[in-house]
């Protein structure tokens, strides 16, 4: 099973030009990818509804799209509205069927300067050939370390595991379950996004833990980086003038997965944004 932590930056590339389709290049490499910073409906991209055209230029493959927020993106002509919304968040695409989904808003914090957007996290259940499987696609804030502690407390105290619904149907007259069992909401998780954090870091702390004493010791429930010790860089950008080349891009999986982990890697020759698309291999 091939997975894929992917920031797109809404199709424009490290060049600075919009290409959509290098993006979706990039994605049908992947067995599952998470994807971040989706467009629909901005002017930057042309208005374009990038979650329904990566749909149609990877027909063969299962998504959801959850964005963060919306805002009015409507026209009017002739007195006739077209209804549309701007929106911005993440998305996750699967080889297989996405069972169900839900979307996780994280704290924002008001600010004066710079810009701060509200993020969020999308969860899904992916029905894959060995059961299903739990993936979160994440995009932590960019701002600061207190924010992005919180946004990580909340998402933990929000991943328990228990699915859209749990229990059974004490209305069936209403239909809610429209007749099917309790879904699936595996505890496992793997967790693949924009963390905005380095390894070693506060944040990146607080996702993995501590390190345990004993050498080689996995907590249960535990996440763990596919690509601790790596020395990978999954972004590259130019700040104050300098290039600077970061790992900010991380996939954490579950500690029971850790030992089916194969190749981690990421693609430092893409061009299809600036981030560069973070790879892992897992045996499941």
Same mark, same amino acid.
């Given at each position: 099973?091939?997975?894929?932590?992917?920031?797109m930056q809404y199709? +424009?590339?490290?060049?600075g030009i919009? @290409?959509?389709?290098?993006?979706?290049?990039?994605i049908?490499?992947?067995d599952i990818?998470?994807?971040?910073? $989706? @467009?629909r409906?901005w002017?930057?991209? !042309?208005f374009?509804?990038?979650p329904?055209l990566?749909q149609?230029?990877? %027909?063969d493959?299962?998504?959801?799209?959850? *964005?963060?927020?919306?805002?009015d993106? &409507?026209?009017?002509a002739?007195?006739q509205?077209?209804?549309?919304?701007?929106?911005f968040? *993440?998305?996750?695409v699967?080889?297989?069927?996405v069972l169900w &989904?839900?979307?996780?808003?994280?704290?924002?914090?008001a600010m004066?300067?710079p810009?701060n957007t509200q993020?969020c996290?999308?969860?899904?259940?992916?029905?894959?050939?060995?059961?299903?499987?739990?993936?979160?696609? =994440?995009?932590?804030?960019?701002?600061?370390v207190?924010e992005?502690l919180?946004?990580i407390?909340?998402?933990?105290a929000?991943?328990?595991? =228990?699915g %859209?619904?749990s229990?059974?149907?004490?209305? *069936?007259?209403?239909?809610?379950?429209?007749g099917?069992?309790?879904?699936?909401c595996?505890?496992?998780?793997?967790?693949m996004g924009? +963390?905005?954090?380095e390894?070693?870091?506060?944040?990146?702390?607080a996702? $993995?833990?501590?390190?345990p004493?004993?050498? !080689?010791?996995?907590?249960?429930g535990?996440?763990?980086d596919?690509a601790?010790g790596?020395?990978?860089?999954s972004?590259?950008?130019v700040?104050?003038?300098v290039?600077?080349?970061?790992?900010?891009?991380h996939?954490?999986?579950d500690? &029971?997965?850790?030992?089916?982990?194969?190749?981690v890697?990421?693609?430092t020759?893409?061009?299809?944004?600036d981030h +560069?698309?973070?790879?892992a291999d897992l045996?499941?």
């Amino acid at each position: 099973m091939r997975l894929l932590s992917f920031n797109m930056q809404y199709g +424009f590339g490290a060049d600075g030009i919009y @290409d959509l389709t290098r993006a979706a290049e990039v994605i049908a490499g992947a067995d599952i990818a998470c994807l971040q910073e $989706v @467009d629909r409906h901005w002017s930057r991209t !042309g208005f374009d509804d990038q979650p329904a055209l990566l749909q149609n230029m990877l %027909p063969d493959r299962f998504t959801v799209y959850g *964005p963060g927020y919306d805002m009015d993106a &409507s026209t009017v002509a002739a007195g006739q509205v077209t209804n549309r919304r701007r929106q911005f968040g *993440p998305m996750i695409v699967s080889r297989w069927p996405v069972l169900w &989904s839900r979307l996780h808003l994280l704290p924002l914090m008001a600010m004066l300067d710079p810009i701060n957007t509200q993020t969020c996290a999308l969860e899904a259940c992916i029905a894959t050939p060995s059961g299903p499987l739990r993936v979160i696609s =994440v995009h932590l804030a960019h701002v600061g370390v207190g924010e992005r502690l919180a946004q990580i407390a909340t998402l933990k105290a929000a991943l328990l595991p =228990v699915g %859209p619904w749990s229990g059974t149907d004490d209305e *069936p007259t209403r239909n809610w379950t429209e007749g099917q069992a309790e879904p699936p909401c595996p505890a496992e998780m793997i967790w693949m996004g924009d +963390f905005n954090s380095e390894p070693g870091s506060a944040e990146y702390q607080a996702i $993995v833990g501590e390190v345990p004493y004993h050498p !080689g010791a996995r907590y249960r429930g535990a996440l763990v980086d596919a690509a601790a010790g790596l020395g990978l860089h999954s972004h590259e950008k130019v700040i104050a003038g300098v290039r600077r080349l970061r790992q900010i891009d991380h996939i954490f999986v579950d500690a &029971s997965f850790a030992p089916r982990l194969g190749r981690v890697w990421a693609d430092t020759s893409c061009p299809a944004s600036d981030h +560069f698309p973070l790879w892992a291999d897992l045996a499941l």
